[in-house]
């Protein structure tokens, strides 16, 4: 199954890149492929002192939903709730019919 991790970023420590870290092992040991917006972040460049500025964000979250919209299923992290962004790729998923992990 391709799972996507939906969580908070913004406004944590660190972007919150070790608990998407934590979720994205726990996954790949279970035999899943793994969406993770931290691991896509570093891809483009972004790391968890820095993160993603203001004028970038359009790109990542256009990335990100492009990554709900390949994926089998969808996992929510802790704190999901309180993250705009985790708020729009839940409702993808959901209307995309894909289960939902929390």
Do not use: C
Request: hydrophobic share 45%.
């Amino acid at each position: 199954m391709r799972v996507y991790l939906a969580g908070p970023m913004r406004g944590k420590p660190d972007w919150n890149f070790a608990a998407f870290d934590e979720a994205e092992a726990r996954w790949r040991t279970a035999g899943h492929v793994v969406f993770s917006p931290a691991s896509m972040d570093r891809a483009l460049g972004y790391d968890s002192r820095t993160g993603v500025s203001d004028s970038h964000l359009r790109h990542v979250m256009t990335m990100d939903i492009l990554a709900v919209y390949n994926a089998d299923g969808i996992a929510l992290l802790p704190g999901w709730q309180h993250s705009s962004g985790a708020a729009i790729e839940l409702a993808l998923a959901q209307f995309l019919g894909l289960p939902v992990f929390d």
